[in-house]
């Protein structure tokens, strides 16, 4: 009777993974990810011109001269590092715009009713921001003498209602802090995206073990003294824990860099990744992980060679893929049934329910009844795998077909 070496096994896949080099690289390079999502946003938000030089600018020269003076002025006052460079006309400009000397060009109408923007690029919004902002303040300013209205009395009409956003939590608790869209959509990328990587990289280690074991013929050793139940869940399990080891390292440093993020800058995590999303994150790769490692395990035993893992495993990348390519509509609408259907399906809800949480206040009663859906899937894809895994370990040197996968399972 074959002794329970299932530990064994997990402990030397354990070893085999976390102690390389590409390991200790995408450890190493997961927290500068981390850093970006939680200390990135909120400096671009808080100043857009922190990492730009001076900005020159053209602005065809106005007749007035003392309107040049006044949006040198109003711009230095936004805070915005721009230096004007005063043309006589528009050639002027456009060959300085041409030969790369400014940024931009800028020309005013007499009235300051219009203003024309000229540049190569039609990304650099914050310089169009405080060009357009500036101009703004001194026609505003000048419409003001024209009807003789006191600044004060102005200032007060347009004073708006102070608009607070609230996160209501699903347990009834609130969240003061507003990110955006722009800051809630970027978490919810670069999430999914770490999902995506882990999930799918893990997935495929586990199928290229066992393609290289078969063909190195390591296996009929292996199997002499491991039943092949063991072997398959001693890899999913030692890989699965370098996973894990991974993503505890990152969190930790998101917490790390959060709060040091907090004393230098005062910046603390988005409202839209709070614990309980890491929480989240953290039991919804797991379960994904053993999902599709079941569905690897399988796929590596049923393969004569990596190539053939490539071919095979398509269809789940394609379930990981149809996620991503719902991020806009998922993060806009999170309690869409779309959204709620797909944080259910078991292939695609590790992904989904990340996403749902991080958009706003999932029902605490979806999140335990996608993770009991994907437990379940577990247990049922896992039986399905080890029948699969069992006979195909021992298949080398031949493409299988469908119709035998079919008659391992029935076996």
Do not use: C
């Not at 970006?36 to 007749?63: E, H, K, Q, W």
């Not at 041409?98 to 310089?127: G, N, P």
């Not at 101009?135 to 024209?146: H, P």
Request: glycine share 8%.
């Amino acid at each position: 009777m074959k002794s329970n070496k299932t530990w064994v096994i997990a402990l030397q896949h354990l070893r085999t993974t976390a102690l390389t080099k590409a390991f200790a690289v995408t450890t190493i390079l997961g927290p500068f990810l981390i850093l970006a999502i939680s200390i990135l946003p909120g400096l671009l938000a808080n100043d857009p011109f922190t990492y730009d030089d001076d900005t020159r600018v053209a602005l065809v020269r106005p007749d007035d001269e003392s309107l040049f003076r006044n949006i040198e002025n109003a711009l230095e006052e936004g805070g915005g590092r721009i230096i004007l460079e005063p043309v006589s006309g528009e050639d002027e400009g456009r060959k300085l715009l041409d030969e790369d000397e400014v940024t931009a060009m800028v020309a005013l109408s007499e009235d300051l009713e219009t203003i024309r923007y000229f540049s190569k690029t039609d990304t650099a919004y914050h310089i169009q921001q405080a060009v357009r902002g500036a101009v703004n303040s001194i026609a505003y300013q000048r419409k003001l003498e024209k009807y003789n209205i006191e600044p004060r009395v102005a200032e007060d009409l347009n004073s708006n209602p102070q608009f607070r956003f609230i996160r209501v939590g699903a347990a009834g608790d609130d969240d003061q802090g507003d990110d955006g869209f722009e800051n809630t959509i970027f978490v919810v990328v670069t999430l999914t995206m770490l999902l995506y990587m882990t999930i799918l990289f893990y997935g495929q280690v586990i199928a290229r073990s066992v393609v290289l074991e078969k063909t190195s013929r390591t296996i009929d050793l292996m199997m002499s003294s491991v039943s092949s139940g063991q072997l398959m869940m001693g890899k999913i399990l030692g890989i699965g824990t370098a996973g894990v080891i991974q993503y505890g390292i990152w969190i930790g440093a998101l917490l790390l860099f959060s709060s040091v993020s907090r004393e230098l800058w005062d910046i603390g995590l988005p409202a839209s990744l709070q614990p309980g999303n890491l929480l989240i994150l953290m039991v919804f790769f797991v379960l994904g992980f053993l999902l599709y490692a079941a569905f690897y395990s399988a796929i590596g035993a049923a393969s004569k060679d990596e190539q053939q893992v490539g071919q095979l495993g398509m269809p789940l990348i394609l379930f990981l893929i149809v996620p991503m390519m719902m991020i806009a509509p998922i993060t806009i609408s999170p309690g869409s049934s779309m959204a709620v259907g797909l944080s259910l399906f078991p292939l695609t809800s590790p992904l989904v329910m990340v996403m749902r949480s991080v958009a706003a206040a999932v029902p605490p009663f979806q999140v335990v009844l996608s993770a009991g859906i994907l437990i379940a899937s577990i247990f049922a894809v896992g039986y399905i795998a080890a029948r699969i895994f069992r006979t195909g370990i021992l298949m080398t040197g031949k493409k299988v077909r469908l119709s035998e996968v079919l008659r391992w399972i029935r076996e």
